[in-house]
């Protein structure tokens, strides 16, 4: 298996015409989280880390390119769930002369990550986080600097600019790369699971995972992205797409499914176990409608996919619809 997956990451790597590096994290199985590398004038930058386990692929890739790990200059992260920057601070002890570049709301928490890992620890349960993302520590704080609202930073011949996101956390933003025109998505365009892209229409689901999913927000994200005319979209979950239009379609209509779980929970006055339950279904058949609507056959592969997106984003879907009963009663 280990050699399967060794050759798939091998292949699923690849530099396009803008230099765009695509790297698989290997996180959880091929193809499913992927780190972006790009280099000017002989440094580099990376944007996601995905979690510790893939720092020595990082680092590996740098080599293949001639490049050290003293030529890092900067590590984006589009937010803080542990998929996309659980590696920051080992990966920083590596590249001494580079800093992390985050949304306002993240920078406390990179800082300082003890809330968060308690927090995340509820949500996966103590050893299961142990072995996914463990370890990781406290990053100095003057290696972390915020961005605000649509500021701008140049790289070489690239400029990127930061868009703040949120509907699926409020610490998230987005990168869109001036030289490529593409977007690093983050989880703001959601999870793509069909990998071999069997269909003309992407198969993208909203994530939903807690604390701060908001569909309202989320869809508003999507728009605020197209506004920028994107020619393609770096996704995390995962790889390069091209097809925008198409992709914004099925993520929206992904996004006012969860909408509609959450609003019928509400309307059933559910709450506790029943409330997992029904969200879990909801998640579930949602799933399943999106493939249908986009001419994806499940194979129990998918499925066996799928089933860890159904219950991380069924808890944070519930934690919405919870909040929503608080909204109405206060």
């Known amino acids: 298996m280990r050699l399967r997956a060794k050759r798939m990451w091998m292949k699923a790597r690849k530099m396009n015409l803008n230099d765009v590096i695509t790297i698989d994290c290997l996180y959880q199985r091929p193809r499913h989280a992927a780190s972006y590398l790009m280099i000017e004038d002989g440094e580099a930058v990376f944007v996601e880390t995905n979690t510790v386990h893939a720092v020595p692929i990082l680092l590996d890739m740098l080599k293949q390119n001639g490049i050290s ?6 590590v984006i992260v589009t937010h803080i769930h542990f998929d996309h920057a659980g590696g920051t601070s080992v990966l920083l002890d590596h590249c001494p002369n580079a800093d992390v570049i985050c949304h306002p709301r993240a920078q406390r928490h990179l800082v300082d990550p003890a809330r968060l890992i308690e927090s995340a620890k509820g949500v996966y349960g103590a050893a299961a986080f142990e072995r996914l993302y463990m370890p990781m520590h406290e990053i100095a704080e003057n290696r972390v ?65 807690p604390t701060d999913f908001d ?3 989320a869809l508003a994200s999507v728009d605020k992205m197209l506004a920028l005319h994107p020619s393609r979209l770096y996704m995390t979950h995962y790889g390069e797409l091209a097809n925008v239009e198409a992709a914004a379609r099925a993520l929206k209509n ?11 929970a509400l309307e059933r006055s559910l709450h506790g176990e029943e409330l997992q339950a029904f969200c879990n279904a909801g998640v579930l058949r949602a799933a399943e409608e999106q493939a249908a609507a986009c001419g994806v056959i499940l194979t129990q592969e998918d499925r066996d996919a799928i ?14 619809a919870e909040k929503c009963r608080v909204g109405r009663s206060a």
């Open 69 to 74: 790990p003293e030529r890092v200059r900067h």
């Open 145 to 209: 600097r915020s961005v605000e609202d649509g500021a701008q930073m140049k790289f070489g011949s690239r400029t990127f600019s930061f868009l703040h996101t949120r509907g699926h956390a409020n610490h998230h933003m987005v990168i869109h790369d001036s030289k490529s025109g593409g977007i690093f998505t983050g989880d703001a365009f959601g999870v793509e699971y069909d990998e071999e892209r069997r269909s003309e229409r992407p198969f993208l689901l909203c994530s939903s995972a």
């Open 215 to 217: 569909p309202d927000e």
């Open 254 to 264: 992904s996004i006012m499914q969860l909408a509609e779980v959450a609003k019928a």
């Open 307 to 320: 089933a860890w997106y159904v219950g991380i984003n069924a808890q944070g879907l519930a934690l919405y």
